[in-house]
């Protein structure tokens, strides 16, 4: 079992940063990945980005790509999201998730989830 705690959500303004935190613990280790999803108001679950865990091996949604950066800190078991350059319709409340193996771009492929936190950019 591994245990997700994700926070550092908040309000912006268009332009602005947020870090968003994910602290892991139990069975964390090099053959978990993590991953970040959003979820706006009336929408489903989408992929934003994933890393393997203890390496530089990322991958990005595109509407992220050059503006959100995916990190971890196996010292740490925390896993980041560095988000430059926010828009209003990055507004959505972010998800932390791990599983085995490597990233899927499908919510449902994850197996374990934090709280989620909010993320509001206002224009």
């Known amino acids: 079992q591994v245990q997700l705690v994700d926070s550092g959500g908040g309000s912006v303004q268009a332009g602005g940063s947020l870090r968003l935190s994910c602290a892991a613990s139990?069975?964390?280790?090099?053959?978990?990945?993590m991953a970040w999803f959003r979820q706006a108001s009336g929408k489903e679950r989408e992929f934003v980005a994933a890393i393997k865990w203890s390496t530089t091996n990322t991958y990005y949604a595109d509407s992220v790509k050059g503006r959100f950066t995916i990190s971890s800190d196996n010292n740490k078991n925390t896993g980041y999201l560095q988000m430059n350059s926010l828009k209003p319709e990055d507004t959505a409340v972010y998800y932390c998730a791990a599983k085995n193996g490597w990233y899927s771009l499908v919510a449902k492929d994850w197996a374990y989830w934090g709280q989620g936190t909010q993320v509001t950019v206002s224009s």
């Open positions: 139990g069975r964390t280790g090099i053959r978990l990945s």
